[in-house]
C-alpha cells in the first residue's frame, strides 16, 4: 500500500512569491491534516479536511489556505512568502475510524525562502 | 493556546539503560495522547498512543498518563543506538486535531 506521497520534496521561493504544496493521502484515507515544522516550533497544526470540507485550523495568518478534492488529494498554499515561512510542510493522512489516532505522514515539503 | 512542552534535550544515556521522556499539556480536555519518533531527515512515526491514566507497555516501550498531573511520559527500556532520534508528543483535542511538543533528541551512546 502506498504512502502519503508530497510533492514537491524541496523548493525554494523568493519573499512576496507564493506557493502550493500537494498531498496525496494512503488510498482509503479521507482526513488529511498539515503541518509545519521547525527547529524553534516544533510541528504546528495548519488545518485538517474530510471528504472536501476544512474541519479544524490552527492559529496561522490567512495567507496559509488549502483545500481538498473529491479524491482526498490535499492542496496547501501559502501566498506573499515571508522568510519565516522557511520549514518542512507535513502532510499527515488518517483512517476514517482508527481507534489508534495515529497519523500517517508524509515525507514532507522543505520550504526555503530567500 | 494548547500547549504541549517538552524538554528539548538533548538526552544522552549509554546503551541498555533505560530513557525517560517527559511531556505536559496545558488543556485537561485533551482526549488522547501520542508518542511519535522522527528519526533525523525522516517523518514521525507513531511509537505509542494512551488514552488512559496508568501505564500501557508495549515492548521496550512504556507510554504513562497522569491526567491530574497533566503529564504523559515515555520509557525506553534496554536503549539501543537505533533508538537515536526526537520524540515527539502529541496530544489530541475535537476530531483530528493535534498538538506537538517541540520533541526531546535522545542519543543513545553505544
Known amino acids: 500500500k502506498a504512502g502519503v506521497t508530497q510533492t514537491p520534496r524541496y523548493l525554494i521561493k523568493t519573499r512576496g512569491q507564493q506557493v502550493t504544496l500537494s498531498c496525496s493521502p494512503i488510498s482509503g484515507h479521507r482526513s488529511v491534516s498539515w503541518y509545519q515544522q521547525t527547529p524553534g516550533q516544533g510541528l504546528q497544526f495548519l488545518f485538517e479536511y474530510f471528504s472536501e470540507t476544512q474541519r479544524n485550523k490552527g492559529n496561522f495568518p490567512g495567507r496559509f489556505s488549502g483545500r481538498q478534492f473529491s479524491n482526498s488529494r490535499s492542496e496547501m498554499n501559502v501566498s506573499t512568502l515571508e522568510l519565516g515561512d522557511s520549514a518542512l510542510y507535513l502532510c499527515?493522512?488518517?483512517?476514517?475510524?482508527?481507534?489508534?489516532?495515529?497519523?500517517?505522514f508524509g515525507e514532507g515539503s522543505r520550504l526555503t525562502v530567500l | 493556546q494548547k500547549e504541549v512542552e517538552q524538554n528539548s534535550g538533548p538526552l544522552s544515556v549509554p546503551e541498555g539503560a533505560i530513557a525517560s521522556l517527559n511531556c505536559t499539556y496545558s488543556d485537561r480536555g485533551s482526549q488522547s495522547f501520542f508518542w511519535y519518533r522522527q528519526y533525523s531527515g525522516k517523518s514521525p512515526e507513531l511509537i505509542m498512543f494512551?488514552?488512559?491514566?496508568g501505564d500501557k507497555e508495549d515492548g521496550r516501550f512504556t507510554a504513562q498518563l497522569n491526567k491530574a498531573s497533566q503529564y504523559v511520559s515515555l520509557l525506553i527500556r534496554d536503549s539501543q543506538p537505533s533508538d537515536s532520534a526526537t520524540y515527539l508528543c502529541?496530544?489530541?483535542?475535537?476530531?483530528?486535531?493535534?498538538?506537538f511538543g517541540s520533541g526531546t533528541k535522545l542519543n543513545v551512546k553505544p
Open positions: 494512551i488514552y488512559s491514566n
Open positions: 499527515a493522512s488518517r483512517p476514517d475510524r482508527a481507534n489508534t489516532g495515529e497519523l500517517f
Open positions: 502529541a496530544v489530541r483535542y475535537n476530531f483530528n486535531k493535534f498538538y
